[in-house]
């Protein structure tokens, strides 16, 4: 019997917060809702009631025509569901009895044109007032093998999509209803800002509409480092694209504010490197990038190499590459390069709009510039930068913690605040003591 997500994730909610000498109130919550859930469904296989092996899942998103609409959706309104379906809610050989349903609905990409993408809806076990939680998992994916609407049927195969799906779990524990959008579409457009966002709060006007519940229902948006793409694009343009939605906060850490920073700090790094063709390879399928007129031989070999794998598959696959290795004279990096630059500024978070609901935004930081792949600095401006429109904003940075170490101590605080906007609670503000931090300003594109 499999059960290292549930036993692991709920092992490092149980931990001393950094800097402290003493568990916090959203360290135990976490714990809490963890613990539950685990003595809930091995007690189930214990009595019979479940078996150790779920029913057959439905086949890969690539082979699997439900992921498909060949109708126009001009005239559909964002959000409608299109098809859904049941599927079943395990991890590994794990069975659990929720049981969620697969929502195919119309969404908006990058350049505002109609398209359409996937949602799992879970529905908690027990009754009581509706809450939504949209929980944006860190798939960071370029093949559809990764999209959380197939890890979710017992398909993750790594620890980073197992221990979310424990927190997923939890939340349903906690009575919550969540729903987990393939937030970067059917081309897998990974770290592609506006439309993740916009597929978020399309999930989540259809699994209203799914579950028959009013615009006013109570949503909260959570996501750490991939997830933290949609988490913080969806508070950005929710005021203006789902207005209608009773978004009562959001909570991302790990996030990637503008790349062009991101770019030189992973560039030879033995732990991120492989991100570097990965982004390529998003950017092209985004933005139509003409690669042949920038890569180098190399260049062109990791980005084929890449081409359809999930994050764990690429991210320390390519120990020492660099940015310079990527592309040819007269280049020597891809930030020489104009329409990689310009699709990098595309996507600086806090350049499409203000959140009009209170942030959690934190970052880990192991080394002068930040977590070992996101920038310190960056998170911390992005902040100050919503901390002078006015956003309550809790701002927290997790010292000594490198991006993966934060994960834990990043989702127990969030879990928590979250909590606290549920019910009404006053929104923390720590814009006071917020630094300065990196300026949002653009990259001027270069000539040539």
């Known amino acids: 019997m499999r059960t290292i997500g549930f036993a692991a994730a709920k092992r490092f909610a149980v931990h001393t917060a950094p800097g402290s000498g003493r568990r916090t109130t959203g360290y135990r919550a976490l714990a809490v809702i963890l613990t539950a859930t685990t003595a809930f469904t091995t007690g189930l296989i214990a009595a019979g009631h479940v078996t150790a092996q779920p029913d057959p899942p439905p086949p890969p998103p690539s082979a699997d025509p439900f992921y498909s609409y060949d109708q126009p959706l001009g005239p559909v309104p964002p959000g409608t569901i299109l098809r859904s379906r049941s599927a079943p809610f395990a991890a590994g050989n794990l069975p659990t009895p929720v049981i969620g349903t697969q929502v195919l609905y119309r969404t908006t990409n990058q350049q505002a044109n109609p398209t359409s993408t996937v949602a799992t809806v879970l529905r908690p076990l027990t009754s009581g007032p509706a809450r939504l939680v949209s929980y944006h998992m860190a798939y960071d994916a370029l093949g559809s093998e990764c999209d959380p609407s197939y890890t979710l049927t017992g398909h993750a195969d790594h620890g980073v999509a197992m221990a979310e799906q424990a927190v997923v779990a939890g939340y349903l524990a906690a009575g919550y209803t969540v729903v987990v959008p393939d937030y970067e579409g059917p081309e897998l457009e ?124 690429f991210a320390s696959d390519y120990p020492g590459l660099t940015d310079a290795d990527m592309v040819r004279a007269p280049y020597t990096s891809l930030l020489d390069v104009p329409q990689v630059v310009a699709a990098i500024d595309d996507n600086i978070m806090g350049t499409a709009g203000t959140p009009a609901v209170p942030l959690l ?27 002078d429109r006015g956003v309550a904003v809790t701002y927290t940075r997790y010292d000594g913690r490198a991006h993966g170490a934060a994960f834990a101590p990043f989702e127990a605080q969030a879990a928590q605040f979250l909590a606290d906007r549920f019910t009404g609670a006053p929104p923390p503000n720590n814009c006071a003591t917020v630094g300065p931090g990196n300026t949002l300003t653009p990259t001027p594109l270069p000539i040539g």
């Open 361 to 387: 935004l934190a970052v880990g930081q192991v080394d002068p510039t930040g977590d070992s792949v996101m920038v310190t600095r960056d998170v911390e401006g992005l902040a100050h930068e919503y901390c």
């Open 190 to 313: 990974w770290t592609v800002g506006r439309q993740s966002g916009y597929a978020a709060l399309d999930g989540i006007r259809a699994a209203e509409e799914l579950l028959g519940l009013p615009d006013s229902t109570p949503v909260a948006l959570i996501g750490y480092s991939g997830g933290s793409v949609p988490t913080e694009w969806a508070a950005e343009v929710a005021p203006r694209y789902a207005p209608e939605l009773a978004v009562v906060g959001a909570a991302a850490g790990g996030l990637p504010v503008d790349l062009a920073h991101n770019l030189p700090y992973i560039s030879g790094s033995p732990q991120w490197a492989g991100v570097i063709p990965a982004l390529v390879v998003a950017y092209q399928r985004a933005y139509g990038l003409d690669t042949a007129a920038f890569l180098s031989t190399r260049g062109n070999e990791v980005v084929d190499a890449v081409n359809g794998l999930c994050i764990g598959q």
